[in-house]
């Protein structure tokens, strides 16, 4: 009943994008000379992105007939994925490596991403921006 | 004395990261929820446009979980970083902190739930302005996400900020008081932009050819609703950086942590009423696009009126800081 | 420090007055955007009765603040008088 190619389109898209825009940032600063501010966008946005595909291939499990199992099963799993978008927020605080800041800052990658490009789409091709990657035909 | 500082530093950042990060998974949970039980509603309404339907959904809850991932950062900041000089205003500054991301992040995770179940919803009913729906959803979600970013503001001022020159006297009330207002107060005008997205979402999904205007009209409620958590963000900012002056007293720290607790309070009913009048507002101007000079006049007034018991409130706050 | 009865009762009464301006505000600020609601949908539905219906919504209003202004005046006699 529910087409998963398009969801999965989605994720794909929006993940390399979200990647893409990380390591392009990251080259940045790593050519400005800021290495840890480097690192720090890179590991925020490996999770933010890991974060996304797990909500996309969790997505099913939200739209059950059963009520009280769905919603048990969400909210573990909601918890489940907060413990691990946690990880890269404590080990930017344990090691100096990682630039806390940066790392914060790259955990918003994907939601950067999703809005940039839907603004993008509607204020630049408000006619015809049925074209490019996300399209709303299945 | 200075392990039992050590010691009460410690419980105050497990208390205050509990608080954080409880309250906010508590918000995402709710708006997660109502996403997804509208989305299995205009599933069951039109299966045909399952696959937009559900890429809507993902969409929407992604951006609708910012808020509880600050909420998350600052319990983590909480637990894990170190503190250079305990002091005993520091546990109170800790224990604020906790509470001003926790009750900011409540309120935009149920907000931004609004917006994304009635997106889910009209695009069941019209599937050709799906794209547009998606985008007036996402503005309207990232303005229901700005008051928890004031409350990320304050949390870091009050988590980083030395406060250990000043006197403990009323400055563990000020640090108190600074995150229950910007806290509290973020709840109301979250939860009344998310109905106004929400109503905006609707009305695009009712009369697609007057998307321009509604959203436009979304924005400018949502800007009034807006205005009693900025009200709650000033009052925290007075009593962080006013600087008291030393006293052993019980009454000047009370009237501070007073003053906080009023705005906060006091935020969240006009903050909800104005967003009301607003949702009402932009879901009629998709139904009757000529009415929208009459309608834009009679929200704003209506508005107004709504908001005078915020300005009471903050009126009364303002007293306790400085008169009393 | 000896905390002493009258710094006590102060104490009491400015969180007295800050709780009941706050918790006050909420009722009526609810209330006045629902009858604003209300007053945008029927001047959506009849756009031509626009000023009688403005009218209606604010004395409503008006009545729907007085429980806002019993709160402003409690919080003001507990923070001046008491």
């Not at chain 1, 389109?9 to 929006?14: C, I, R, S």
């Not at chain 2, 002091?87 to 800790?94: E, L, R, S, V």
């Not at chain 2, 906080?260 to 009629?284: H, R």
Request: glycine share 12%.
């Amino acid at each position: 009943m529910i087409p998963a190619s398009t969801v999965r389109n989605l994720q794909k898209n929006y993940g390399a994008k979200s990647l893409a825009l990380a390591i392009f940032v990251g080259l940045g600063f790593l050519i400005l000379g800021y290495p840890t501010v480097c690192r720090g966008v890179v590991l925020g946005a490996v999770f933010s992105t890991l974060n996304f595909v797990w909500m996309s291939l969790t997505l099913h499990k939200q739209i059950k007939a059963d009520r009280v199992k769905a919603s048990i099963s969400s909210f573990i799993n909601l918890c489940c994925r907060y413990a691990f978008i946690a990880i890269p927020v404590v080990v930017a605080i344990k090691f100096p490596r990682f630039n806390l800041i940066a790392t914060i800052a790259g955990l918003f990658t994907v939601q950067v991403v999703i809005l940039a490009d839907h603004l993008y789409r509607n204020f630049f091709f408000s006619g015809e921006g049925e074209k490019g990657a996300f399209t709303w035909k299945n | 004395m200075t392990l039992d500082i050590e010691i009460g530093v410690k419980i105050a950042t497990f208390v205050g990261a509990g608080i954080s990060m409880g309250m906010g998974a508590i918000g995402a949970a709710i708006g997660e929820g109502y996403t997804a039980a509208a989305a299995n509603s205009a599933l069951s309404r039109n299966p045909d446009n399952a696959g937009d339907i559900l890429k809507n959904m993902l969409v929407g809850q992604a951006v609708a979980e910012s808020a509880a991932i600050f909420s998350l950062v600052i319990a983590m900041l909480l637990l894990f970083s170190s503190t250079p000089n305990p002091q005993p205003i520091t546990i109170w500054a800790y224990l604020a902190a906790g509470l001003c991301m926790g009750f900011g992040a409540i309120g935009s995770g149920v907000g931004s739930g609004f917006p994304a179940a009635s997106a889910c919803e009209g695009m069941a009913r019209q599937p050709a302005a799906g794209r547009r729906l998606t985008t007036s959803m996402l503005v309207g979600s990232a303005v229901c996400q700005t008051t928890s970013i004031y409350a990320l503001v304050i949390a870091l001022i009050l988590m980083f900020f030395d406060f250990t020159k000043q006197p403990f006297g009323p400055t563990w009330a000020a640090l108190m008081g600074a995150g229950l207002s910007t806290g509290i107060a973020a709840i109301g005008p979250a939860i009344g932009e998310g109905k106004v997205a929400g109503a905006c979402c609707e009305g695009i999904a009712r009369n697609p050819s007057s998307a321009g205007p509604i959203t436009n009209l979304m924005l400018l409620g949502q800007a009034v609703s807006e205005t009693t958590g900025i009200y709650g963000l000033l009052i925290s900012f007075i009593l962080l950086f006013k600087g008291f002056a030393a006293t052993p007293d019980l009454a000047p720290a009370f009237g501070l942590v007073s003053a906080g607790l009023c705005m906060g309070l006091g935020a969240i009913g006009p903050g909800i009423g104005e967003g009301l009048a607003a949702s009402s507002a932009v879901s009629w101007l998709g139904r009757n696009a000529e009415a929208q000079p009459i309608l834009i006049r009679s929200m704003l007034v209506g508005q107004a009126v709504s908001e005078s018991t915020g300005i009471y409130s903050f009126v009364v706050a303002l007293v306790l800081i400085f008169v009393m | 420090m000896a905390i002493e009865g009258v710094d006590i009762v102060k104490a009491a009464a400015f969180l007295g007055a800050g709780i009941s301006m706050g918790l006050g505000a909420i009722g009526p600020g609810v209330g006045e955007g629902m009858a604003a609601a209300k007053a945008c949908e029927a001047i959506g539905r009849n756009p031509q009765e626009a000023g009688l219906l403005t009218r209606t919504m604010l004395v409503g209003q008006a009545v729907s603040e007085s429980t806002g202004i019993y709160s402003l005046v409690v919080a003001l006699l507990l923070l001046f008088v008491v």
